[in-house]
């Protein structure tokens, strides 16, 4: 039984394990809002903070940078346009609004930024207190929609970093989530998409994300330096390999854009030469820089069903469970309900 003064939590509380413990509920700071958790997914990067594998993560944290809940609580002393009871989703990041990269409109570079959920408690609670600027109202949606808006806000940087045009032939690596959210909107953007994918349930999911055709294998049928291959290849699995194969897809003049978060100490070999005889370009790509608002958008014009994204939920008191499910790749976006009973 909770105290009126304590909350369930999953923290990571040591190298290899999430926890659920007990904690205090947050105090309400000036410039923050109390937000009742309804919902939270898991993400790959959880587990690469787990592992130790997220350099900048904190331990000890309540991981969670996925979620949407409703406002509990506004400070007196902050400003803010939404109401006590508005649904919200959160921009986790949290930027010093005082470096060069905030001051040019890059502040997801900024070497002091704080992301809720990684480097100070996330959503993987029953509350959580977060500054007013990081809320997004989301009227007309589920929790377990408007939790999807991070992620696709990170998909919407992605996504420009591509700079699909119509009629572009665009390959996607990967039909987690991240990869679906890619096709859709590289689909919407007027691209014929390419989904790659080994998980028969996973390759049946595409087919509703804007994916023209679903394949086991890439062939390109002929030399990339000839034309033959794709405009644009997204990469959203997050392996040395499939990073290291983007570079066979692409044909002349192509772009590449790893999506997929790698290890830290993982190498891809790059020949200068063929990057520079088929003037391909590389990027990155790196959170979700002015992407909310437009995700949140995106998810109220309900062009795509995106509750199909998520495939279990489960309690907080049942976060074990999620986990193994998460882990074990068996469906799409595990989702966790802190404050269902």
């Not at 039984?1 to 509920?25: F, H, R, Y």
């Not at 644009?232 to 044909?251: F, I, P, S, W």
Request: proline share 5%; glycine share 10%.
């Amino acid at each position: 039984m909770e105290s009126t003064n304590q909350m369930t939590a999953a923290s990571w509380e040591k190298l290899g394990a999430i926890d659920v413990i007990q904690k205090d509920v947050p105090t309400l700071e000036p410039g923050n809002v109390l937000v009742r958790v309804a919902a939270s997914g898991i993400c790959g990067t959880d587990l690469h903070i787990c592992n130790g594998e997220t350099p900048h993560a904190n331990p000890k944290i309540t991981i969670g940078h996925e979620f949407a809940g409703y406002i509990e609580a506004i400070h007196p002393e902050t400003k803010t346009s939404a109401k006590v009871g508005d649904l919200v989703a959160i921009d986790p990041n949290i930027p010093c609004h005082a470096c060069s990269f905030c001051r040019t409109k890059m502040y997801h570079l900024c070497a002091s930024l704080r992301c809720i959920g990684v480097t100070c408690d996330g959503g993987m609670a029953r509350y959580v207190s977060v500054p007013a600027a990081a809320v997004f109202v989301t009227r007309g949606l589920t929790p377990e929609v408007a939790c999807l808006a991070e992620p696709l806000s990170c998909v919407v940087h992605a996504v420009k970093q591509g700079e699909i045009k119509n009629g572009d032939h665009v390959l996607v690596i990967g039909a987690g989530p991240i990869g679906l959210m890619v096709a859709a909107l590289a689909a919407t953007s007027g691209a014929y998409v390419t989904t790659c994918e080994l998980n028969d349930m996973r390759r049946e999911v595409a087919k509703s994300f804007g994916a023209s055709e679903v394949v086991t294998k890439i062939d390109i049928g002929g030399r990339p330096e000839d034309g033959f291959g794709y405009d644009v290849v997204y990469e959203c699995v997050g392996r040395a390999d499939t990073m290291q194969a983007t570079l066979n897809y692409a044909k002349a003049g192509g772009t590449i854009v790893w999506v997929g978060v790698a290890k830290p100490d993982a190498t891809v070999q790059v020949s200068p030469f063929d990057i520079y005889r088929r003037e391909l370009s590389i990027k990155s790509t790196y959170t979700n820089p002015y992407g909310m608002e437009s995700a949140v958008k995106i998810l109220q014009a309900g062009k795509i069903d995106w509750s199909k994204l998520v495939s279990h939920t489960f309690t907080l008191d049942e976060f074990d469970s999620a986990w193994q499910v998460f882990k074990s790749g068996a469906g799409l976006k595990v989702c966790i309900k802190p404050n269902d009973a």
